[in-house]
């Protein structure tokens, strides 16, 4: 039986009782703390070779300290180690090889050695209610939380949540919103990253989340579902739009969420520091949501591009600049809300593009089919762009063109054809004198115009290829305004090397994974070089 420690019992369980509640951590953490903090003091005063071991009773507050040795036949360490007759008088029965106990006296904890258990508890409990304070906000992503303004460091808001602390970083503030300590304020929490110095709790009031979270506290449409908010986008602090729909057709979802004389909108605008605030009502019908996503504009044409995701917007020259907005704004707005590239041209600059575009296209037909204007000029009329579209489209739609027959029809489709053999004739040659391998032109979804741009771009081997990434070969360029230090940053992503080609993700991946290929295939070695190795050795 170990000897109990000679110390005050309730003093004991009271420290532990107290740090338990005050810091809202489970009590067996800190008594697990208070027994590795005397352990420590015990291996100083004993010897840190020892096992030594301390167990504190909860229900009494007795607490044990004993070393644990192993018997055996002949010690060699004695810190650890007794023989056959020294265990029997610890333990009737012990054996060789057994794990026994070996009490030790009382110890009284020195300056140094209270010093060291403090900053053990102290460890142990600032762990627990690390642990603690994560999983309690782990899960609570997406919620708004109230808390109080603690500090302003550096542009970065602390915010005191009560048992923890969230972050507010420079880029997440409303910009020109003035907070200072003791300000109660209102954030999303964006997420919580644990890290050693304790979970980082970061907070936004910038994001569109926040300002969807606090509709659904105006709206009790919202908070119940029969509305919802489909799409958001803002310009902290200056503008926003959201797209609303009902899923009940006796409520009008963009009158539920202005409320009675505004009262529901202004209470989000408030909140959001004078953020005005466009309520767009959304549709299944791209097109239409895209006009609906431009209001206050009026809007003429929408041009929809799914293979590159833009779209062409044509109003009339007296609503350009308010489709645009002041500095881009509106149109901007629209554009995250859509999710798609928007470009804005007036009627004139439509038509203007549109002539161009026929005349460039008729040319083309000219030149590459050998056919006078008037022909070349009804194909575009038709709709036709592309020497393919007439080289692989259906004979019976040219045929069908008035004042075509079939046998003019199969002469076009003749012509195209070998049209097209011509140009990859030539890109073919451009490409073997620009140095690119034969392999890569049996890659999938490339063709010789494809290869010419490669090369030109450097790429000549499957090694080159194969070390690109996948946005690296097909990415689409953009251009976008990024905000930052209450600063707007010009930031530009590089197209991809065959950007132009409209490949999509999945072709870019088999394109990377075919070109990487050869980097796994075992070198084969016939039976001759096998021998002669063999004979070599």
């Known amino acids: 039986m170990a000897s109990p420690i000679a110390a005050n019992k309730a003093e004991l369980l009271a420290i532990a009782n107290a740090v338990a509640s005050e810091k809202m951590i489970d009590k067996a953490i800190v008594v697990e703390a ?113 808390g109080v303004v603690k500090s302003v460091e550096f542009g970065h808001v602390v915010v005191d949540l009560g048992r923890a602390e969230g972050v507010i970083r420079r880029d997440q503030q409303i910009p020109r919103e003035v907070v200072r300590p003791g300000d109660r304020v209102r954030a999303l929490i964006l997420k919580v990253v644990r890290e050693n110095r304790g979970p980082q709790i970061l907070l936004s009031r910038a994001h569109p989340d926040f300002m969807k979270k606090l509709f659904a506290q105006e709206v009790p449409e919202i908070y119940d579902g029969i509305i919802e908010i489909k799409a958001a986008a803002r310009d902290p602090g200056s503008r926003a739009k959201i797209g609303v729909i009902s899923y009940d057709s006796s409520i009008d979802p963009v009158g539920a969420c202005v409320g009675m004389k505004g009262s529901r909108v202004q209470a989000v605008v408030q909140e959001m520091q004078g953020e005005k605030i466009d309520i767009i009502p959304w549709s299944e019908d791209a097109a239409t949501f895209i006009v609906n996503a431009l209001q206050p504009a009026t809007v003429s044409r929408v041009v929809i591009d799914e293979e590159e995701a833009r779209i062409e917007v044509v109003v009339p020259d007296d609503q350009l600049s308010l489709a645009i907005g002041r500095r881009g704004q509106n149109v901007r707005l629209a554009s995250q809300l859509t999710g798609r590239a928007i470009d804005i041209m007036t009627e004139a600059e439509s038509s203007e593009k549109r002539q161009k575009e026929f005349v460039e296209r008729s040319e083309m037909f000219q030149q590459e089919l050998d056919v006078d204007e008037t022909l070349a000029q009804l194909l575009v009329a038709e709709g036709f762009s592309e020497l393919e579209e007439v080289a692989y489209v259906a004979l019976e739609e040219i045929a069908g063109i008035e004042g075509l027959d079939e046998e003019l029809a199969e002469e076009l489709q003749s012509r195209a054809v070998e049209a097209l053999e011509r140009k990859e004739e030539a890109s073919r040659s451009e490409r073997r004198e620009l140095g690119v391998e034969d392999a890569l032109a049996d890659l999938p979804h490339l063709n010789e115009a494809m290869l010419v741009t490669l090369g030109k771009a450097g790429i000549r081997t499957l090694d080159d290829l194969a ?51 050869h980097w796994f295939d075992e070198p084969e070695t016939d039976g001759e070089d096998a021998v002669a190795a063999e004979d070599s050795q």
């Open 34 to 146: 208070l027994e590795e903090a005397i352990q420590r003091a015990a291996r100083a005063r004993y010897g840190a070779e020892n096992d030594i071991r301390a167990k504190l009773d909860t229900q009494t507050g007795d607490l044990r300290l004993w070393r644990v040795v192993e018997v055996v036949e002949q010690v060699d360490d004695y810190f650890k180690q007794v023989d056959l007759k020294q265990a029997e008088k610890l333990q009737k029965g012990a054996a060789i090889g057994d794990f026994i106990v070996d009490p030790l006296p009382p110890v009284d904890l020195g300056r140094i050695d209270a010093q060291s258990a403090k900053q053990v508890i102290f460890q142990k409990v600032r762990d627990a209610e690390r642990e603690r304070q994560f999983e309690e906000f782990k899960d609570r992503a997406g919620e708004i939380i109230t």
């Open 467 to 517: 070390d690109l990434a996948t946005d690296e070969l097909i990415q689409k360029g953009r251009t976008e305004q990024r905000r930052g230090d209450n600063r707007r940053h010009r930031v530009e992503d590089k197209p991809g090397i065959l950007a132009v080609y409209g490949l999509n993700e999945e072709q870019g991946n088999e394109i990377i994974m075919a070109a990487r290929a």
